[in-house]
C-alpha cells in the first residue's frame, strides 16, 4: 500500500489495525489522512446531494469532497488486516 507520493503511509503497512490495536492504528491513520488533507472527508457529513441549479463551484467543491472520501476509505480499508476488512 506504499504510496510514492506520501512516504508516511508506510506507517500504515507496518501498523495495521488486527482488532488489538485501535489506539495506534487510529493515532497513525490520521497522520496520514492529516498529511493527504483528507481527515474532513471521514469526521464530516457528506454534503447534500447536488440541487439542479448547484453553481459549477458548488459542484467542483463536492466532486472534490467525494473524491477525497474515496480516497480516505480506501486508506482506511487497506490499512486493515484482511480479517478486520471482513467484518
Partial sequence: ?????NPLAAI?????FTGLNYQDWLRNLNLVLSSEKLVYAIEKSPPEEAPADISPE??????????DEVKARCYVMASMSNEMQRV
Avoid: A, C, F, G
Fill in 12 to 16: 500504515l503497512d507496518s501498523n495495521r
Fill in 1 to 5: 500500500m506504499v504510496s510514492m507520493k
Fill in 58 to 67: 458548488e459542484l467542483i467543491t463536492l466532486d472534490k469532497w467525494r473524491d
